[in-house]
């Protein structure tokens, strides 16, 4: 029994040793190649994809609902599902890359990936190194809390502890509509956002319709709601500067799954929320 | 890869790192006065009460210094409020400091009582001391004198250790940086100069420390009093 522990735990440590190994080489790759549309082909690169039947699709793995790995190790989640659906309409076969949170646009740049669909935010920032598609999705932040607590909108903040995690679209968004006497209480990581919530540590805490749904469904006694919406954020597909023509055939893809429902029903199926009106762009 | 350093930015906050500086510095204090206060009696009790207590102690100082000092701050902070006790993100970082600074000063402080010598506890006794009396004119001073480089060392040990009650959103300099790095994108300049302070803090911290030991120690030694006449 002792044995057969140490072989798995030697086999754990050799898989992690060899996925950091393959993490970094992916990363220093990312970074050595740095001609945007590595390669361009005779026709562009929708054209290419075509020809060569394979779709490269970025996969970021850390983020519930949208990139999970399932109970195999295998990529799960919304977005995963999404570049599935996308392979299938362009009738080639998928090949995911999987790069962490920071790396999704330099991965694309890069060449290694023909898309990124890694729950992107469309900002202005990002616009001025990648072309957004139309958004296929959208995220909310929202303040949650007790059912007991008071709090309809912004200005009921007043006097309240709003907990927020740093490093989030809720830290950049809350403390700019939280009226002065609110006071903002920082955690590193969701969880303990989510743990200051729960036991009452803060009034209320900002965080993503999702993470609040899911704090919520494992803590019924705390009796989570959703006080108001902060913001929505729309995500989307982007492609490399210039890659026109995948941009066009996303554009009119975004827009059949849209009307097919497809898009909803990938959304609800990972989220357990509907997904509202999509806008055009 | 090249990056262009660009400390302006955290120039244009040093208010609010100072400010985190000033908040480790004041949880520091406040934990090795009251932690020091709480050792001193449970290292009395240790070596001088009864059975029962003795060993109580014991327990204490051996589940403080066995367990992760981050999952003592959860407890405090996220647990307690379960049972009604709830405390500010402060507070519970300073009774979470004291309760673990309390638990390694015992035993540091133990180890200094130990090492006085039996005749002179027997001295005491003959001269009709109580236990306290023998605590607090035989005891108390040499010991707390062996002891004082590892007491000193263990304050810095808790003031560079207080980093990790960012964790319970008590705005300390960790958090601070935490917070400015995460808005700026500047995490090596923040953090860099983060560093810095703490390491300034650890080093004034042993000189003042220093200080106090040849003031309350070397400046009244008899014995040196007696050879130097």
Same mark, same amino acid.
């Given at each position: 029994m002792k044995r057969r522990e140490m072989l798995i735990g030697t086999a754990i440590g050799g898989a992690a040793g060899v996925a950091t190994l393959a993490a970094i080489t992916q990363s220093n790759q990312a970074f050595a190649q740095t001609t945007p549309g590595a390669q $361009?082909?005779?026709?562009? @690169?929708?054209?290419?994809?075509?020809?060569?039947?394979? !779709?490269?699709? @970025?996969? /970021?793995? %850390?983020?519930?609902? *949208?990139?999970? !790995?399932?109970?195999?190790?295998?990529?799960?989640?919304? /977005?995963?599902?999404?570049?599935?659906?996308?392979?299938?309409?362009?009738? =080639? /076969?998928?090949?995911? =890359?999987?790069? @962490?949170?920071?790396?999704?646009?330099?991965? !694309?740049?890069?060449?290694?990936?023909?898309?990124?669909?890694?729950?992107?935010?469309? @900002? *202005?920032?990002?616009?001025? %190194?990648?072309? *957004?598609? $139309?958004?296929?999705?959208? !995220?909310?932040?929202?303040i949650a809390g007790p059912k007991g607590k008071q709090i309809r909108n912004a200005e009921d903040m007043a006097g309240k502890k709003i907990g927020l995690t740093r490093a989030t679209l809720e830290e950049a968004t809350v403390p700019a509509i939280a009226p002065k006497s609110a006071s903002l209480v920082m955690f590193d990581d969701i969880a303990a956002t989510m743990q200051a919530m729960v036991s009452g540590q803060v009034d209320a805490a900002g965080m993503s319709a999702f993470a609040a749904k899911s704090v919520g469904d494992r803590n019924p006694k705390a009796e989570i709601e959703n006080k108001f919406t902060v913001t929505t954020a729309y995500y989307a597909a982007a492609v490399r500067p210039g890659d026109f023509d995948l941009l066009q055939f996303l554009r009119t893809w975004v827009f059949l799954n849209k009307q097919k429902g497809v898009l909803a029903e990938i959304y609800q199926k990972y989220t357990q929320v509907a997904l509202v009106d999509l806008p055009a762009m | 890869m090249k990056y262009v350093f660009q400390f302006g930015i955290v120039w244009d906050h040093l208010p609010q790192l100072l400010e985190g500086a000033w908040l480790t510095l004041r949880l520091s204090l406040g934990a090795f006065a009251l932690g020091f206060a709480v050792a001193v009696m449970l290292a009395f009790l240790r070596t001088a009460g009864p059975r029962g207590v003795r060993t109580a102690i014991a327990a204490y100082v051996e589940i403080i210094r066995n367990t992760p000092f981050l999952v003592q701050l959860f407890i405090i902070y996220f647990s307690l409020p379960a049972l009604g006790i709830r405390m500010e993100a402060i507070t519970a970082a300073l009774v979470g400091m004291s309760i673990n600074f309390s638990g390694y000063a015992t035993e540091i402080l133990r180890s200094g009582i130990e090492a006085v010598p039996k005749s002179q506890i027997e001295a005491g006794h003959s001269l009709g001391f109580t236990r306290m009396e023998i605590f607090r004119h035989i005891v108390a001073f040499p010991a707390l004198r062996t002891v004082y480089p590892a007491l000193a060392s263990q304050f810095v040990l808790l003031m560079l250790g207080s980093s990790v009650v960012a964790a319970i959103s008590a705005e300390e300099l960790t958090a601070v940086t935490n917070s400015l790095q995460s808005t700026t994108f500047r995490a090596f300049e923040f953090y860099f100069v983060a560093t810095a302070m703490y390491l300034a803090m650890a080093l004034g911290s042993r000189v003042l420390l220093n200080a106090l030991y040849w003031f309350v120690f070397e400046r009244r030694q008899p014995l040196r009093e007696a050879w130097s006449r």
């Open positions: $361009p082909g005779a026709g562009g @690169t929708l054209d290419r994809i075509i020809k060569e039947k394979k !779709l490269r699709v @970025t996969a /970021e793995v %850390t983020s519930p609902p *949208f990139g999970i !790995l399932d109970k195999n190790n295998q990529p799960d989640g919304s /977005e995963i599902a999404t570049s599935r659906q996308l392979a299938k309409d362009l009738g =080639v /076969e998928l090949e995911l =890359v999987q790069v @962490t949170a920071p790396q999704r646009i330099p991965a !694309l740049l890069a060449g290694r990936a023909d898309v990124a669909i890694s729950s992107l935010s469309i @900002t *202005f920032d990002r616009a001025k %190194t990648v072309m *957004f598609a $139309p958004p296929h999705g959208a !995220l909310s932040i929202v | -």
